[in-house]
């Protein structure tokens, strides 16, 4: 049910990116078509139609906030951020086009956005929460959606980079599924890692990992799932059953694995009553009981 939740939460959220993507290919567009000779639209318009996405995502978030027993509603709130992250990371597409399919770039990108953008998060987040009371709860929807937009501008920086390693391989079926199972290693040994560091990882990096593992576990598989569909999915009906038949075998393995995860945790929550009960059992070391017997001599 959880899972099937989450997963429901998360259309919202790509059909916002969607309009968002769809409003700045247009305003691109049309200033392409204004200024002939440019190969892209200049960082200063993209900037400005990422304030704007957040603007306008800011006040449907709002709207939303004030709908509280909706169900529908509750599902729309977590669902602005993915536009904005979106709106966010095209600036900086169009601030490095003309190196931004370079493979060494991307390394280099994505090592000092995964460093940087969770360092500039926490002053951030510290200096709204000191000056909230000065702004208007509109402007500091926005402002929190613009610093949240940071652990998105990561997450895709990530998948570029998953792209790029997964490209030689990823261009059948069965190659898409060994890039997908290879990228799920590398994310879960990242969870793996950050699980064993404990307290020692600030929360404003766990939050960034949270989003670039569950953003990028989503991608990849979406795009094996797209390749399935495609030499299946020949008609509109086709396509519709090609994706329940995904979704339920994708419920079956999440209902699998929280089921080996909740017994795994019984057993260990159980063999760790029996090692504190055995700890505590009293010791028979043949001595004989009583006082009188520990003094007296033969």
Known sequence: KQSSLASAGLIPAW??????????TAMTNRHLAKHQGRDSAPPL???????LVAVVSSGLQTLAERCKDNIVIKQLRPSMGLGVGFGVNNVFRSLFADVWLKLLFQLAYVSSMTVAIPVAQIPARRELDYHREHFSSYCVKVLELLILSGS????????VVFDFSSHPVGTSAAGQLGASMCVSVVLITLVALAVALGPKVPEVWLDTLTTVVGLNFGWTWMDYSADVASKFATSTLGLWACTVVIITILLAVVMLAELVAHKCEERMISNSQEGTELSVAPVDDGAPDGDADLTQGP
């Open 152 to 159: 998105f501008v990561v997450a895709w920086a990530w998948k």
């Open 45 to 51: 318009l993209n900037a400005s139609l990422a304030l």
């Open 15 to 24: 059909a916002w990116k969607d309009v968002v993507s769809t409003l700045i």
